[in-house]
């Protein structure tokens, strides 16, 4: 099991400084009961509804294994934009306030899911003509924090991560290759845990050979001084819902259909 500390939301300079080392921080108590109930019945009834459209086989991340999509339009997302929580912690990685919300989404494995090889979610975007520089150079552009729905164990799937691998330019082993030990880096906690992690840092779902689902949930935000190209996944009524801070952090995400 990955021995990774556990710290809780108020230690937000030392979160900062273990997310630089590691490429990840594991953040406990981010929720609140009646936000994680909420969120737990959010996710529980968006899996009911792919499961019963996409058989395992056809699933979108491999046999038993699916992407929830960006959910952003729903409420029990929307909630997790700009917890107090996890908020302080973004602002001291980056040192701004300024930084943006880039959609809200998540996944999920159900019982029979296979191991999934270590990959990162972003790819060069440089393409430097010289060769010279790589989008491993750069601090981290993109941050998801990813919310544990239920408790995460060896049995149901959990994450396994690859600390200080955010910057590496190493080939990612594959499944066959993979050393035991990165096998066994597997992140247990329990629900309501939140994971703020550098998508570039290597890391692979395990097999689910329990009998319960394992969702996790999550957002995902850009630095500051990164100007992606922007979905429009929320619907006007609900960015008029928010407060104004989460409508500053979505303002490029509207849809006005």
């Known amino acids: 099991m990955l021995q990774s500390e556990v710290l809780s939301p108020t230690e937000t300079q030392k979160a900062a400084a273990l997310f630089h080392r590691d490429g990840f921080v594991v953040i406990k108590d981010t929720l609140t009961p009646k936000q994680l109930k909420f969120a737990q019945d959010g996710a529980n009834r968006i899996i009911q509804k792919q ?31 700009d917890l107090e929580t996890t908020a302080p912690i973004l602002e001291a990685i980056w040192n701004s306030t300024e930084y943006t919300c880039g959609g809200a989404g998540g996944d999920y494995s159900v019982p029979g899911a296979k191991m999934q090889p270590l990959h990162s979610d972003i790819g060069e975007f440089l393409h430097d ?33 690859v600390p200080s691998t955010q910057r590496s330019r190493a080939e990612k082993p594959n ?29 692979g779902g395990t ?20 100007k992606p190209r922007y979905d429009a996944v929320m619907p006007r009524a609900r960015y008029n819902e928010l ?13 006005d259909e």
Not at 175 to 201: F, N
Not at 243 to 255: D, F, M, V
């Open 51 to 81: 499961t019963e459209e996409t058989e395992l086989e056809k699933a979108n991340r491999g046999f038993a294994r699916y992407s929830f999509g960006d959910q952003m339009h729903h409420p029990e997302w929307a909630q997790l934009i």
């Open 129 to 161: 003509p010289l060769g010279q520089v790589s989008f491993h150079d750069l601090p981290a552009t993109l941050i998801v924090i990813n919310f544990l729905m239920v408790d995460f164990t060896r049995e149901n799937g959990a994450i396994r991560f």
């Open 175 to 203: 499944l066959d290759d993979e050393p035991q030990w990165m096998r066994d880096s597997i992140l247990c906690a329990p629900a309501g845990t939140a994971v703020i992690r550098d998508v570039r840092c290597w890391h």
């Open 207 to 226: 097999a689910n050979t329990s009998n319960m689902n394992r969702p996790m949930t999550s957002v995902g935000y850009y630095a500051p001084w990164f």
């Open 243 to 255: 407060s104004p801070r989460e409508q500053q952090l979505c303002k490029t995400l509207i849809s």
